[in-house]
């Protein structure tokens, strides 16, 4: 018993030798300098990927080919009259129609709700942030009245308020506060000019709208036109209600 202990003791200490030495890394062999034409010498790593990808092919036309093979030549199903092929691609049926006059009409003003839901949004943040921006050139606007007794105590107070109310000018500014003020100065514009297309784009999907309802209309020619526009006008034919 003593001795299997000492043996055991002894294999442990090998072992733990053994990891401690480094061992040398055993590397796979490059591409030979006589086949350097033909690219980087495929590893054993590089081969199991391409195997699981060719089997992986192989397996889908191996699917394919046994489901044509057992396919019912007396199925049918209504795809195969409504849609065809046009140069080997499948094209679908046309969707032209697929909606009725109603549901176009729904569509239509939820998506008229969402831009003037927009063109608010959009003003709204123009006018906070019309409040924030201050304009440096200029003088503030708002005016103190204040009352001296004689000549002195006012040019005393005229010093005074002028020194208070100077403001500094846009250069004397420091570097970030002036690149922050010119950001903000851009951002206003482009969102002026983001609610200036939305309510074209508004005024352009009520009218489409209003030309799809029922009811009688024309285009008006250019010289019935009262105020020349660029945009088509059209009138409706008056209909008495009841």
């Known amino acids: 018993m003593q001795y299997n202990r000492r043996f055991v003791t002894a294999v442990l200490k090998m072992s733990s030798l053994r990891n401690a030495i480094p061992r040398k890394a055993h590397k796979e062999r490059a591409q030979p300098h006589s086949r350097k034409r033909f690219g980087i010498l495929e590893k054993h790593k590089d081969y199991v990927v391409r195997a699981k990808a060719y089997h992986k092919k192989e397996a ?21 009259i409504n849609t065809k092929t046009v140069n080997g691609v ?4 046309s969707e032209a129609n697929k909606y009725t006059p109603e549901e176009l009409m ?3 003003t939820q998506d008229i709700g969402y831009i003037m839901q927009k063109v608010q949004t959009e003003k709204k943040k123009i006018e906070k942030l019309t409040a924030t921006l201050h304009s440096l050139g200029n003088q503030p606007s708002n005016r103190h009245v204040y009352y001296a007794e004689d000549r002195e105590e006012a040019k005393e107070i005229n010093l ?26 851009r951002e206003l514009e482009a969102r002026k000019s983001r609610v200036a297309e939305l309510e074209k784009l508004y005024m352009d999907m009520a009218m489409q709208k209003e030309l799809q309802k029922k009811g009688k209309k024309r285009k008006l020619r250019e010289d019935e036109i009262v105020t020349p526009t660029s945009k088509p006008v059209f009138k409706w034919r008056p209909e008495r209600k009841r």
């Open 90 to 93: 499948h094209k679908l049926e």
């Open 60 to 80: 889908a036309l191996q699917k394919l080919k046994e489901k044509a093979a057992f396919r019912n030549p007396d199925e049918f199903y209504f795809k195969m």
């Open 160 to 185: 005074q308020t002028s020194r208070v109310g100077k403001l500094p000018a846009f250069e004397d500014m420091p570097m970030h506060i002036r690149k922050e003020t010119a950001a903000s100065y």
């Open 106 to 108: 729904l569509m239509k």
